[in-house]
């Protein structure tokens, strides 16, 4: 069962603008990741949260993680032509002695110049 | 810097072909995983080990085997391929079996199509 579900599926925006992206979960995690996906190729891992932290911020990356509602939410900031890609949000939880990583179906994110 | 490759980047086959989608990383990685992936429903585990000739189901396992018979190599195996498994195939490699904080990293993808 998908874990992370993004919002909004698809989000146009101007170049210089800022870009918000949503996601919310259902069930106690140990950290939340985000990746990025440029058309045809693997995903790329971006930041990475852990379940006690509550922002962290990567170059023009923030990512903010609320435990008691159960979401996280992607902050690209100044955002360039090159940001367009689909973005996926993963959530990690121990299953026994390893862990098991749950992908969101991922927003459509295009950047208009 | 992590590199996970793919074999292939683009595969057609025939229904009730045996297919192998082989993977390879070169940082001696313990966990590795196969995911499929397909428009609306997002990323889908389907075998991941976590060691050498260790293999566990993920969430969609039916119609896939797995091999793992070095650390660097992982083989999603398609005993007799079908025209639902026209997808794209990708392989990912972590670091630490208990490492929770550490990141997958992902090879360039395998796009099957069964005819």
């Known amino acids: 069962s998908q874990q992370g579900e993004e919002d909004p599926q698809a989000l146009s925006i101007q170049e210089g603008e800022n870009a918000t992206m949503n996601c919310s979960y259902k069930?106690?995690?140990?950290?939340l990741q985000w990746y990025r996906q440029n058309s045809g190729r693997g995903l790329v891992h971006l930041i990475l949260?852990?379940?006690?932290?509550r922002e962290k911020h990567s170059g023009r990356l923030r990512v903010t993680l609320d435990t008691s509602k159960k979401s996280s939410s992607l902050l690209i900031t100044a955002s360039r032509a090159a940001d367009t890609a689909s973005y996926f949000c993963a959530t990690a939880m121990y299953t026994g002695a390893n862990s098991k990583l749950t992908f969101g179906k991922g927003i459509t994110l295009s950047v208009r110049p | 810097d992590v590199k996970v490759t793919q074999s292939s980047r683009y595969l057609v086959k025939r229904t009730g072909e045996k297919v192998f989608l082989e993977c390879v990383q070169d940082m001696d990685h313990e966990n590795m995983f196969w995911y499929r992936q397909d428009p609306g429903l997002g990323l889908r585990l389907i075998y991941f080990s976590y060691d050498v000739k260790m293999k566990e189901k993920g969430d969609i396992p039916e119609g896939y085997s797995v091999s793992r018979e070095k650390k660097e190599r992982f083989s999603l195996i398609l005993e007799s391929a079908s025209t639902n498994q026209t997808s794209m195939y990708l392989c990912?490699?972590?670091?630490?079996?208990?490492?929770?904080?550490?990141?997958?990293?992902f090879g360039n993808g395998t796009r099957l199509t069964v005819t």
């Open positions: 069930t106690s995690i140990n950290n």
């Open positions: 990912a490699s972590k670091a630490h079996p208990q490492g929770m904080n550490s990141p997958l990293h």
């Open positions: 949260i852990r379940s006690n932290e």
